[in-house]
T-cell receptor, first 117, second 114 residues
Framework: DTGVSQNPRHKITKRGQNVTFRCDPISEHNRLYWYRQTLGQGPEFLTYFQNEAQLEKSRLLSDRFSAERPKGSFSTLEIQRTEQGDSAMYLCASSPRGGATGSGEQYFGPGTRLTVT | GNSVTQMEGPVTLSEEAFLTINCTYTATGYPSLFWYVQYPGEGLQLLLK?????DKGSNKGFEATYRKETTSFHLEKGSVQVSDSAVYFCALSSFSGGYNKLIFGAGTRLAVHP
């Protein structure tokens, strides 16, 4: 298994345009997470999927953001009407089925760096 | 709420020096604790973890001990190398709402010079 992959690695877009990112988790992992990381900060949680169900969304995820995970495999994160404040690294992570007794570790992809001009 | 506080960087060391990066946390319950490392232009890689009090996580010469009494998980390495230059993130995972959620510190940049 090659780990979590994300595409594209870099995206430059003009303000007001829509962008979509893709994440392919580790194949046997049923849990998938999206994070946003701004310069000089740690990753901040955006949303969580268990299989195809989106179970939690952060307040950081405004109504311009939407995420999907059809069939419980890959996931997409779309940002509509991008703003300069959306410029950040968007990270995807996955983890195997766990629970209260699991360690909770997550495996991260390389990220998609978004620049909104 | 849960939170993680790390020492501010950058930390600048000479090769073979001793490294300590401080991390303290606030959490309800019994979180698992992690150190992740991020090399330039890359995503986060899990460096080490500890799941209960007094556990010591270790990997690639790095160590950290889960200290419940001081709510700390300080990262140490006895002799750093230039290749250790990266940003290090302390994180905690708490089980809530049916899944484990990671909360990160702001990160500490380490620069090692020959």
């Amino acid at each position: 298994d090659t780990g979590v992959s994300q595409n594209p690695r870099h995206k430059i877009t003009k303000r007001g345009q829509n962008v979509t990112f893709r994440c392919d988790p580790i194949s046997e992992h049923n849990r998938l997470y999206w994070y946003r990381q701004t310069l000089g900060q740690g990753p901040e949680f955006l949303t969580y999927f268990q299989n195809e169900a989106q179970l939690e969304k952060s307040r950081l995820l405004s109504d311009r953001f939407s995420a999907e995970r059809p069939k419980g495999s890959f996931s997409t994160l779309e940002i509509q009407r991008t703003e300069q404040g959306d410029s950040a690294m968007y990270l995807c992570a996955s983890s195997p089925r766990g629970g209260a007794t699991g360690s909770g570790e997550q495996y991260f992809g390389p990220g998609t760096r978004l620049t909104v001009t | 709420g849960n939170s993680v506080t790390q020492m501010e960087g950058p930390v600048t060391l000479s090769e073979e020096a001793f490294l300590t990066i401080n991390c303290t946390y606030t959490a309800t319950g019994y979180p698992s604790l992690f150190w992740y490392v991020q090399y330039p232009g890359e995503g986060l890689q899990l460096l080490l973890k500890a799941t209960k009090a007094d556990d010591k996580g270790s990997n690639k010469g790095f160590e950290a001990t889960y200290r419940k009494e001081t709510t700390s998980f300080h990262l140490e390495k006895g002799s750093v190398q230039v290749s250790d230059s990266a940003v290090y993130f302390c994180a905690l995972s708490s089980f809530s709402g049916g899944y484990n959620k990671l909360i990160f510190g702001a990160g500490t940049r380490l620069a090692v010079h020959p």
